[in-house]
Structures are given as C-alpha cells and as structure tokens.
C-alpha cells in the first residue's frame, strides 16, 4: 500500500440531532474516556496516510479541542448539505501527491479500529492494485433498518446504494449495507463528484450516489463484502453506549 499518495477525509460536521446536544459535535462524545474523532484520527495516523483532512461544522471548536495537537488539516462545512457537499469542501484542502482519498464516517469508523484495521488497510490495497476509481467496504446487519442498502445486479455486482428513506418495501429487506468507508481516487471525484445531485427528499448530496455515477460511467469499482463486521453508526445516547461494548470487543 503507498500510503504516502493516501488521504483521509473525516466527516464530522454534521448537527447529530439525535444525540440531543446543542453544544457539542457529537463526534467530541466521549467512548472508552476519550472523544470518538480521536480513536479515527490515531487509527489514521496507524495507517499512515499521507494527509488527514477533517470537515468541521457544528460545533467545530468541540472537534478541534478535542484534536488538539494532532496533526490534521480542518475543512469548513458553513451549510450542512450532506456527505456529498462534505466531501467537495474537504477537496478543497487536499495536498498536492495525494491520488486516493478514505472517506470514514466520524462517528462509526471508531470501530474500524483493533482487529477490524486490517479489512481497511486491505480495501485500500485492493483500490490501489485494481486502479480502481471507487472501492467500498459494505457488511452484513441482521438489522439494518435506518442504513443505506447495496444495490446488486444479477451477476452479483454492486450497482447502488439506496438510502432507508428512499428505499422500497423489497430494498429494505436487504441485509447488506453500507457502513460508510470508501476509497475514491481524486482524478474520479475531480471529474465526478460534481454530478451528485440534490436529493429531492433530504435536500442533501449524497456521496453514496457516487456508486450509481462510477457504474453509469464504466468507471471501475469494487465493493468489498466485510461480513458481520462488529459496527454501530452512532447516532443517540444508546447507540453511543453499544458502541462502547463493541470497542470493547475489538
């Protein structure tokens, strides 16, 4: 893996209503006595990408006190439009040399940590030796209700990611979702992330859509099935408080 040509970007400007707090990005939130975009910035950091971009919005100085001292560049979301507005902003500050981005989640990619650390660091070999445009990792949940659903065609191939919200009956019994990690190689989101389109029910721009544009595109993609990969988007106190079981766990 080169991982010098690697960057990461972490979404963590978002409001996380449902954490209840009207001070603190929910990302700041403590698990196992320490905020959670630390745990993601260390694993980083093990990874030993090339640059590590942080996308800050509400709350931001909760994010930066919490990262204080370590070594990452901040990307301002002013307007929360969604994980694929998050990303535009976030290319915004990418160094020179950088021809791959990981984009995680600030909340769940706590959990790619431990002994999960190994399936990222495989995602982006895979990416890296395919010279792939778009790679992402998707697991199963016995659960899923709330999470974006893979999308296969009749030979098994990933073609989408549909949101729960925009989802029909027969999508929402899919067991295979998205966790949020993804690896992009810049030249793809230079030449195509600008085609995301608002969604007419969120109003936001979803990075999921990407899968849809790489495919529509004959851009080479891959999505790697992780299994029953121990995960939990963290979203409300509760969900907080599994996910501190789970890292105990890896």
């Given at each position: 893996m080169e991982s010098s040509k690697v960057g990461a970007i972490i979404l963590a400007g978002g409001r996380g209503k449902r954490m209840q707090s009207t001070t603190i990005n929910k990302t700041a939130s403590l698990l196992d006595n320490k905020p959670m975009i630390t745990h993601i910035v260390e694993f980083m950091q093990k990874l030993d990408v090339g640059q590590i971009i942080v996308v800050v919005g509400f709350a931001r100085d909760s994010v930066e006190r919490a990262l204080d001292g370590f070594d990452v560049t901040y990307a301002e979301q002013t307007e929360q439009l969604g994980t694929g507005h998050a990303v535009e902003v976030a290319m915004k500050s990418l160094q020179p040399g950088i021809e791959d981005v990981l984009v995680v989640y600030g909340?769940?990619?706590?959990?790619?940590?431990?002994?999960?650390?190994?399936?990222?660091?495989?995602?982006?070999?895979?990416?890296?030796?395919s010279k792939n445009a778009l790679t992402f990792l998707t697991i199963e949940q016995e659960n899923p209700f709330g999470l974006g659903r893979i999308v296969r065609d009749e030979n098994g191939e990933a073609v989408g990611i549909v949101e729960e919200k925009n989802a029909t009956d027969e999508?929402?019994?899919?067991?295979?979702?998205n966790p949020g990690c993804f690896v992009f190689s810049v030249e793809f989101l230079e030449k195509y992330l600008q085609n995301v389109e608002k969604n007419e029910l969120s109003g936001e721009y979803y990075l999921t859509d990407l899968v849809d544009i790489a495919r529509t595109n004959q851009q080479p993609m891959s999505a790697v099935n992780g299994g029953k990969l121990l995960w939990r988007g963290v979203n409300t106190p509760e969900e907080l408080t599994q996910a501190e079981n789970l890292l105990s766990q890896i």
């Open positions: 909340d769940d990619a706590v959990l790619y940590n431990g002994k999960n650390s190994q399936i990222v660091a495989d995602l982006i070999e895979k990416h890296q030796s999508q929402r019994k899919i067991t295979e979702i």
